[in-house]
């Protein structure tokens, strides 16, 4: 964000609370017809988002929302050299998203060159007889955009495809899906003219060895770039909320070791501050945003400030005796959660 | 034993949605019986359902444009089913926009009831989803158990008000008392009345009208604003009431004086009859 005053461009990377924000921003009619500006600055020297409404006759409201400093985590994953590449509208994933319930933890995507099929996970539906097993089959031709490189099952966290697909009919744009094998992250991308939004989530892997069902943890960080108004105003306004960290898991195997090197080489480029956690994982901040698109095999990926863990079967997690903070339920108690967090500030 | 029926109808599909929603508010698990013409719905009057019963009845052919079965045997030509109500509606809410519906007895790792929706889709290639529902087949001689419930002769019966207004009064009812009393004479007049230490409150519905009764020899002795009343849990009226969506065909409801209360609906040509007992 910047200084609006001082036309000096300031890097700020910094959390809001979404349950601050979201009050400001709740009647979206009223603020349509009754709003005639508004405006959004910083005042870092008292750490607080100011955020005006200006409305008819005068009248200004005010809201001030502390900050605080994050360093949010990187990913290094590049969706364009994923082997299989959908687009298709998110009506069309709604449609197929009522099939299943609530309590469905995790769902799984088949593709063959020539169709898509969703469908519950197989790992819950064997284990409670009183489950409902539904899949829907969808035909290439539903989708915008269809290229199958290899037959794949993955399997990944329903509640977060959710968000997703409502966060998706806000935007009129078409949904892209990038992925591999399963293990392997899965990308989901909106692109619109003001949004664009990657999600990145983890995917089950397809370990033989795997005794109970393991859970995915998806983490996924949202990223809104709003290039229009950076166009127009010449200002650079980006906002980021980290919703979740990982527990212990498999960077290292998602992550062949040459990626490692790729940070140390991002770590280089000038980005400022770098943590390492242990060898586990590095967290690279940002450096400044850029306008253009990426160019894969970028190193400096900006787009995509997002993580993710898959599940791992046990007998991996000898490996990793770091755990991170975990957001998200995990229900093995075998993971040992003591052994000292992560911290992101 | 075998089943598989096909809707391909969007009236009936969405009328056979709106019972399935029906029957998952009044039942969390419920049998299905299949026979050669009928379908049924059934809640068996047990402890665990707190003595309320409940028999829906559809024809097949009004729904069903394909139906084949195979019961039990050729003597006892049926299938029992037992299954989560909500499951069923959930599969179903998928067919709203649906081309074809396709419900088959199913045996995949365990028996099942396989709700098949072929979706419109734009293209050449259709949507096809897939729900494989658990359930449990009942045996033969749990049979006897299941079947049409009794209706005694009612002292009093009478056409129902419109059943949201129903409704909406017996939810305040219920904040002030779960003891309800419901008396109807055969003057068209219905009362729904509860009492506490601090408070009586009654809801009068007026003029609504008493279907013939079927033996005259009781209605000539009896004065006919004599009420007959029954007292009743306020909380399973309400779960019958807040089933239906819908306003019925016709609604009528049979009081049996200290007995219970027997309410009879029919939605277009689906039968639905609930039993409520007196509290003892």
């Known amino acids: ?345 | 034993m075998k089943f598989r029926g096909k809707i391909v109808d969007g009236a009936c599909l969405n009328h056979f949605t709106r019972i399935s929603n029906m029957i998952a508010k009044l039942a969390k698990t419920c049998t299905l019986r299949i026979s050669p013409d009928k379908l049924n719905f059934i809640l068996c009057d047990k402890l665990a359902n707190g003595g309320v019963s409940m028999w829906c009845e559809l024809e097949q052919e009004n729904f069903f444009s394909e139906f084949q079965m195979e019961g039990f045997s050729a003597e006892n030509n049926e299938i029992y089913l037992e299954l989560t109500s909500e499951n069923l509606s959930r599969a179903l809410k998928t067919a709203q926009n649906a081309r074809a519906l396709k419900i088959k007895l199913t045996n995949k790792h365990f028996p099942c009831l396989t709700v098949s929706v072929e979706l419109f889709s734009m293209s050449s290639s259709t949507r096809i989803a897939t729900h494989d529902i658990p359930i449990k087949v009942i045996p033969r001689k749990l049979w006897k158990d299941l079947q049409e419930p009794m209706v005694p002769d009612p002292d009093v019966s009478i056409y129902l008000p419109v059943l949201k207004t129903m409704k909406s009064v017996v939810e305040k009812m219920k904040n002030i008392s779960s003891h309800l009393v419901v008396e109807a004479n055969r003057d068209g007049e219905l009362n729904l009345k509860i009492e506490t230490e601090l408070v009586c409150v009654t809801t009068h519905f007026k003029d609504l009208g008493n279907p013939p009764l079927a033996s005259e020899s009781t209605s000539q002795d009896r004065n006919p604003e004599h009420m007959a009343e029954v007292h009743i849990d306020i909380r399973k009226l309400l779960q019958f009431l807040a089933g239906q969506q819908v306003n019925p065909t016709k609604a009528l409801c049979n009081i049996v004086t200290n007995k219970m209360v027997h309410f009879h609906l029919l939605h277009e040509d689906v039968s639905l009859q609930y039993f409520i007992p007196a509290l003892s």
Do not use: W
């Open chain 1, 1 to 345: 964000m910047n200084e609006n005053e001082h036309d000096t461009t300031l890097n700020l990377k910094c959390k809001l609370g979404m349950k601050s924000i979201l009050p400001i921003f709740r009647c979206l009619n009223s603020l349509e017809r009754n709003i005639e500006k508004c405006k959004i600055f910083t005042r870092s020297d008292k750490c607080k988002v100011v955020i005006q409404f200006f409305y008819r006759h005068g009248i200004k409201r005010t809201h001030n929302i502390c900050f605080e400093e994050s360093q949010p985590l990187q990913v290094i994953f590049d969706k364009n050299v994923c082997t299989n590449t959908l687009m298709i509208q998110p009506r069309l994933l709604a449609d197929a998203i009522v099939l299943f319930t609530s309590s469905q933890e995790e769902v799984t995507l088949a593709v063959t060159p020539l169709n898509f099929c969703l469908k519950s996970s197989n790992e819950e539906s064997m284990d409670l007889s009183n489950a409902v097993y539904s899949e829907m089959f969808v035909g290439s031709d539903d989708f915008d955009f269809f290229q199958i490189g290899m037959n794949t099952e993955i399997t990944f966290c329903f509640k977060e495809l959710k968000g997703i697909l409502t966060f998706s009919e806000v935007t009129h744009a078409p949904i892209s899906i990038y992925f591999d094998f399963p293990g392997k992250p899965l990308a989901l991308s909106i692109d619109d003219m003001l949004v664009e939004a990657n999600f990145i989530l983890a995917t089950l892997a397809d370990e033989p060895s795997r005794a109970s069902s393991p859970q995915s943890l998806c983490l996924s960080q949202k990223r809104k770039r709003s290039d229009l108004i950076k166009k127009k105003a010449g200002k650079n306004v980006t906002g980021q909320t980290l919703e979740c960290i990982s527990r212990k898991a498999a960077p290292r195997r998602i992550y062949p070791k040459e990626t490692l090197t790729n940070i140390s080489a991002l770590e280089n480029c000038g980005s400022p501050g770098m943590k390492r956690a242990n060898g586990d994982i590095s967290e690279v901040s940002e450096s400044s945003v850029s306008n253009t698109e990426e160019v894969p095999g970028s190193r400096c990926l900006r787009k995509f400030s997002c993580m993710f863990f898959g599940a791992v079967s046990s007998d991996q997690q000898e490996h990793f005796n770091h755990p991170f903070d975990s957001l998200a339920r995990a229900s093995d108690s075998e993971e040992d959660m003591n052994n000292g967090r992560f911290s992101l500030s």
